[in-house]
């Protein structure tokens, strides 16, 4: 599998003690109030202190996990695919990562279902360094360079190549390194291993406020990311196996509803409700870069959990002009998601 490796690092735990078709995926109708079948759930994510995934954190900082009757693990393996080869070994229930991941696994016959979105655009930037390319001016002239993302088949690697086809520079045109997220990713760069990096907040804000990088494309806002991918473009999430949501749909409703509810909380969050609530570390010691860094990413945060209907066919069309897998695949679109959990999320919280 490209995009899942053998990469297995030291991982941080983290605990909160305190329209599919019927025919793809045949939800069960819940009943209210009923308890989840599975109080203990394991969630994998990767980087998990990026603004991607703010949601998570509020909804495990504020207890929502824990109203909803679940006790939650939170393991970050660093990166998304660690944490998809967390999900698919069994150590991890449900994952937190990019909605394209699913397009992937199905591409490989390994279906998996996002139930609640994190994010309607994907807060990928691309930017420059001013170190390696002072002199920079348009996109060919990374021509032979090398740029840096997360990992290989990653949203990041996806967003950086559709840039540079604007450039009428070809996948092999340039050299992609991947460089992981946060501390590694700023490393590499800082030490000349890229010339230009498809990152994440809050580091891009930080390399952005320290004048280390030259942004060219952005897609922390809806009307950027609707110019690069021609579409709506889902991003992070909630996703499992299908066996998973069929077997345990209280769990998932559980899950759901506390995720919806952090989503709700961030829409009239204030910049004092946000610095109070994460983890100090976050901060990186500087609460108004990550403040700053947040501003950024408001827009992209979804509001309600749902994704958009058109998204996954926005998704596929980007990806399969990359990654022949997809392109000769036959993706069953339905079986990619279901907004029916949100939806009674939505319904049930006024969010």
Sequence with gaps: MAFIDSFRPGRRVFTAGAALGAAALA?????????????????????????????????????????????????????????????LSGRADVSAGAFKHTLSLQSRNQFCTAFVVQGRAPQVVTAVSLQSLPDYRRLEDLRNKRIGVSAMG???????????????????????VPVGLGASAAKALRDGQI?????????VT???????VCVISDTRTLKDTRSLFGGPMPAGCLYAPEAFLRQRPQTVQALTDAMVRALKWLQTASPGDIVKTVPAY??????????AAFQKVREAISPDGLLAEDGPATVLRA????????????????????NDFARRAKQRFEA
Excluded: C, W
């Excluded at 990041?156 to 009428?168: I, K, Q, Y």
């Design 282 to 291: 976050y901060l990186q010691e500087d609460r108004a870069l990550y403040l």
């Design 206 to 212: 930080q390399l952005e406020q320290k004048g280390e």
């Design 154 to 176: 990653a949203t990041t690697h996806l967003a950086a190549s559709m840039l540079l086809t604007r450039g009428n520079l070809r996948p092999n045109d340039m050299t992609f």
């Design 195 to 203: 010339d230009a990096i498809a990152t994440l907040d809050p580091l």
């Design 319 to 338: 990806a399969s002009g990359f990654e022949p897998e997809l392109a000769q695949a036959h993706i069953d679109l339905r079986r990619l998601y279901t």
């Design 27 to 87: 939800v069960p109708v819940l009943r209210a109030q009923t308890k989840p079948e599975k109080p203990l759930v394991r969630i994998s994510v990767g980087e998990k202190a990026s603004l991607y995934h703010l949601p998570l954190t509020i909804a495990e900082r504020l207890g929502y996990f824990t109203t909803a009757g679940l006790q939650v693990q939170i393991d970050d393996y660093g990166t998304g695919a660690a944490a998809i080869q967390a999900l």
